[in-house]
């Protein structure tokens, strides 16, 4: 059993599956990702990866999903259609994904679909730039978007709702 991330320092996850795979017939592989994307779930299903779960899952959530996969069980998460196509996140999904959030990273979340910056945001905060990214990283996780862009939409719909 194999669980690797679809981003990697050096190179892309689903291609190390698909290695995998290729030398170890009998391997099962999963991804865990931050980004729920079309694409790249049609990419990781092309590769024979049996399974696909989001970061943005809560531990317990994401150690469930491993155990069920370890016992054999084709796992894919909350919000993942293994036919390639990434289903349109309900009103219940945005509720989930916003609870997420700390009380600063709702306000990053503000601040991105404002339009600002790292260094803007960063001034906003009183913190570093580079702060100012691993939050907004986090919020881009938490929310499973894969740009700030995805960000400002879902922050669009929940102020909407």
């Known amino acids: 059993m194999v669980v ?32 729920v994307d079309g694409e790249l779930v049609a990419r990781a299903k092309d590769a024979g990866m049996e399974g696909y779960v989001l970061k943005h899952l809560h531990r317990g959530e994401i150690v469930d999903a491993i155990r069920r996969f370890h016992a054999g069980e084709t796992v894919f998460g909350d919000g993942v259609d293994m036919s390639g196509e990434t289903p349109a996140p309900g009103p219940d ?24 910056t790292n260094r803007q945001i960063g001034q906003e905060l009183d913190v570093a730039e580079k702060t100012a990214k691993k939050h907004v990283s986090s919020v881009l996780a938490k929310l499973g978007v894969p ?15």
């Open 4 to 35: 690797i991330d679809v981003r990697l320092p050096d190179g892309d996850g689903i291609e190390v599956g698909r290695r995998v795979r290729e030398m170890a017939p009998d391997a099962r592989c999963m991804v865990l990702s931050a980004f």
């Open 93 to 116: 999904d945005d509720t989930r994904r916003l609870g997420t959030l700390t009380d600063l990273e709702r306000r990053v979340l503000e601040l991105v679909a404002a339009g600002l």
């Open 147 to 161: 740009r700030r862009t995805g960000a400002a939409v879902f922050h669009a719909r929940a102020v909407a709702n």
